[in-house]
């Protein structure tokens, strides 16, 4: 009988028929970023702490079964793991907030868009201005949580879930409008994504962690970890040295190695300059990365040095969709499986594309996810019209079922670790609130870890410094809304003289054309 979330169900499993195997390694660390040692936690060890988590909870909040728990937290350690799992065990839907959301009215309408009964938040954030709405409780470090502290949770009939019920509630990696969209994942949504993988019977992997439990993209592959028994590594940063990898590999064993590309690409390069860190990664069967695409100059360095690639392609609504199956990393296949069903679609030209531009766009394809596909998300996410979900990622078809990927069809921008910023959403603010300062900006930063706002000004009396200064304070209600990558820091306002940018406003230009002045601004 099936568990009131797919997590909890795999992490049993695998407590009882591999329970002595180490399920994470948790660093001993002196002033907080000097590894001095390792901590086993056994998957049996993994779950019962789960368990008195969960009854903890239970008995803390007394909420109906299936109630909304609102988790406002980093979601990067061993701790943060064990809130998400036991609130699952609980009987409860955890909506998962990743604390780099500051602003507490923007925290407090996602929460009571999902109608939380409780919020639990991390001791770095404050609940203040929460308290008034909901009921708060701070979260304490998990592993203090004790048996007596807990009661014994309930097993009946409400911890079965049908397909279409709700297993846990997480946001979109950018804003849109100034906020993230909520995502709702369904059990028939874990389902899907669980066909789509490739399971295999279980061989114990060491892995580093890629992101924070608050992504589904970490989060998610869990299902993969117990069911596969994996060892994850569980370093409290994400941005790995050289140092980092060479002692995680040597004193962990680790076995296999995952990254975001442009953390990934950081990693190649160290590896050019680190012999020791490039026969590492040599060893590894590949190198899997996520978000998006890495350098040519990466991929033929690869290619030379004997280390292995792999990738896909995949979104927060969604889940994975394509996948690489041949040597090329750039060569993409839509993933088949039961239940799922995606459609490429020609694009129709904008009507204010140029002739040349007409030409480039002519042979683009939208990838579809169908309406009756499993992995399709909620109706809020889908077209009105044709009820489809229209990722407005673009692909070219270069052989009979192969893919590059092109980029997007709006202005939603891919940051480092597969973040997501939309520029236009900036961009109009800025000509809202400062258009007595500007005359034309566009924001850029493709793969950094945070935008830039490039301006060209309206003739002022004012001084380099002091524009810079009043553009950043009245974007400050901007910087205050969303995830901190993107946040616009005054270092990052560049002023470049009258003509630079284009006469027409960037707005107004068609995706294709603002994508290749975007790539060209931010290269130089």
């Not at 014994?152 to 709700?166: G, Q, T, W, Y």
């Not at 909620?378 to 092109?406: A, M």
Request: charged letters at 25%.
């Amino acid at each position: 009988m099936e568990h009131l979330s797919p997590f909890i169900t795999a992490l049993e499993e695998a407590a009882t028929a591999y329970s002595e195997k180490v399920a994470f390694k948790l660093p001993i660390l002196k002033n907080k970023n000097i590894i001095q040692g390792w901590r086993d936690i056994t998957y049996k060890q993994t779950h019962d702490k789960m368990v008195e988590v969960a009854g903890y909870w239970l008995k803390t909040l007394q909420l109906p079964p299936r109630s909304v728990v609102g988790l406002w937290l980093p979601g990067n350690s061993f701790s943060d793991m064990l809130h998400i799992f036991g609130i699952m065990k609980a009987g409860y839907i955890p909506h998962i907030l990743l604390s780099d959301i500051t602003n507490v009215d923007v925290v407090r309408t996602l929460f009571k868009d999902t109608n939380c009964g409780a919020i639990l938040y991390t001791p770095s954030a404050s609940g203040e201005g929460l308290s008034k709405h909901f009921v708060c409780h701070p979260i304490m470090d998990a592993e203090e949580i004790s048996e007596d502290s807990s009661v014994v949770i309930p097993f009946d009939s409400e911890s079965v879930l049908n397909d279409e019920d709700i297993v846990v509630i997480v946001h979109t990696s950018g804003s849109t409008s100034g906020r993230p969209k909520i995502v709702r994942l369904r059990r028939k949504w874990f389902e899907a994504n669980h066909r789509k993988g490739i399971i295999r019977k279980p061989r114990s992997p060491v892995i580093p962690r890629l992101g924070s439990f608050c992504h589904i993209g970490q989060l998610g592959a869990f299902l993969l970890y117990f069911t596969e028994t994996v060892c994850l590594v569980m370093l409290p940063w994400l941005d790995y040295s050289a140092q980092d990898i060479i002692q995680m590999r040597k004193e962990c064993g680790l076995s296999q190695f995952l990254q975001y590309a442009p953390a990934l690409s950081r990693t190649i390069r160290a590896a050019q300059r680190n012999p020791e860190l490039r026969a590492i990664l040599q060893t590894f069967p590949v190198l899997f990365y996520l978000g998006t695409s890495l350098p040519e100059s990466d991929i033929e360095w690869c290619k030379q040095n004997d280390i292995r690639l792999r990738t896909a392609f995949a979104l927060t609504e969604t889940g994975s969709l394509m996948a690489q199956y041949g040597d090329d990393p750039n060569i993409l296949h839509i993933i088949e499986a039961e239940g799922c069903s995606y459609k490429m679609v020609p694009i129709d030209a904008d009507q204010d594309t140029s002739s040349e531009d007409s030409v480039t766009q002519s042979h683009l394809l939208e990838l579809v996810v169908l309406s009756d596909s499993m992995d399709c998300p909620d109706p809020s996410h889908c077209d009105p019209i044709d009820g489809n979900f229209h990722t407005k990622d673009l692909f070219e078809e270069v052989n009979p079922g192969e893919y590059k990927y092109r980029g997007r069809r709006d202005d939603i921008m891919l940051m480092a670790n597969a973040r997501k910023c939309d520029t236009k959403y900036i961009e109009e603010r800025v000509y809202t609130l400062c258009k007595d300062l500007v005359s034309t900006c566009v924001v850029v930063g493709t793969e950094k870890p945070a935008p830039a706002l490039v301006v060209e000004p309206t003739p002022v009396n004012l001084t380099e410094k002091e524009l810079i200064q009043q553009l950043s304070e009245r974007l400050a209600s901007i910087n205050e809304g969303g995830y901190s990558h993107e946040r616009i820091a005054p270092g990052r306002i560049l002023l470049v003289s009258p003509g630079e940018l284009p006469r027409t406003s960037v707005l107004s230009l068609n995706f294709q054309t603002k994508r290749n002045i975007k790539t060209s601004i931010c290269a130089h």
